[in-house]
């Protein structure tokens, strides 16, 4: 293992013992919700796994280490620590050797979650092909097809163009699994008339089409699509106004890069009068159950045969 990845020992504990552990990751901690509910809401999402049955394994940057499985003091004094950077695949590697605390994204994330041995992940809204921009594309799209992990997730985040998103994790070989719905989800909402590769109605049946693709060796993972609980969906003239207005106030201010997202999020927050932050955290917490529920199945059915020695 290397001396960059630190596994916190009751997830090492677990993986060896081949209990089903989900990780989590950071970045709503510390640019998705404002302090201290980002730090309050990831323990939620902890504790919300362990109900499930699975032990969560928060994925974070301290000390110059890629750190898994954080404990809630380690958490914390990430969630306090003003500026700190939003960390992806392409600019993990610099910030570890800078020493300086980060969180990760979906696709660094990824790459901590298999290289730890764990094959669920749980986040709210997976990364992109932009919109207006068909070569502004997230590295949580490439992350995806070279680690193999199963992301649970409410479909793409709603401020990215879905359709493109779609057709690229097809073209990566990345399949969507739909969980109780033929439509890939757009995050605040449940439908967006695009459709999944295959839908699953249970744990045990999704865990089943998990491990067969597992089993194929692609090096490619999963995503699996769940929609917003009902009961938080937006109305899609509530957010759809919402996000064009967000992206028109960042075109003008010149707002790129990784500091797209976070601000667009935040741009919501304040135009939507908090729904927007209301339906995030809703999902995510869905999303956090039916992963570990999903990691409680793949490990009753043991590894895949790809992953056995």
Not at 255 to 269: K, S
Not at 289 to 298: C, D, E, G, K, P
Request: aromatic share 4%; net charge negative; with cysteine.
């Amino acid at each position: 293992m290397s001396a960059t990845l630190v596994v916190a020992p009751e997830v090492r504990s677990a993986l060896a013992g081949g209990r089903p552990v989900v990780a989590l990751e950071t970045t709503l901690v510390t640019h998705g919700f404002p302090h201290p509910d980002g730090f309050e809401l990831a323990r939620i999402l902890e504790q919300e796994v362990r109900l499930h049955g699975a032990l969560p394994a928060t994925v974070g940057v301290l000390d110059g280490a890629l750190r898994v499985g954080l404990t809630d003091a380690e958490l914390f004094g990430l969630a306090e620590t003003k500026g700190v950077a939003k960390l992806g695949p392409s600019n993990l590697g610099a910030h570890l050797a800078s020493g300086l605390a980060g969180s990760t994204t979906v696709g660094a994330t990824l790459i901590a979650a298999h290289a730890a041995g764990i094959r669920v992940f749980a986040t709210g809204g997976i990364g992109g092909v932009h919109r207006g921009d068909a070569f502004d594309v997230s590295a949580d799209l490439l992350a995806l097809s070279r680690h193999p992990v199963a992301v649970v997730c409410s479909g793409a985040k709603a401020v990215l163009d879905l359709a493109r998103t779609r057709e690229a994790l097809e073209s990566l070989g990345v399949p969507v699994l739909g969980f109780a719905t033929d439509e890939f989800p757009a995050f605040y909402s449940r439908h967006s008339g695009l459709a999944v590769d295959a839908r699953l109605d249970s744990p045990a049946d999704l865990a089943a089409a998990v491990a067969a693709h597992f089993s194929l060796g692609t090096g490619a993972g999963v995503v699996v699509a769940n929609p917003i609980p009902t009961a938080e969906e937006l109305p899609a003239e509530l957010y759809e106004a919402a996000i064009a207005a967000a992206l028109a106030t960042a075109a003008a201010r010149g707002i790129a890069g990784r500091d797209v997202t976070p601000f667009l999020l935040e741009e919501l927050r304040v135009r939507t009068g908090g729904k927007s932050l209301v339906a995030n955290r809703a999902l995510l917490v869905s999303n956090a159950a039916l992963a570990a529920q999903l990691a409680v199945a793949l490990a009753a059915a043991g590894p895949a045969p790809s992953e056995r020695a």
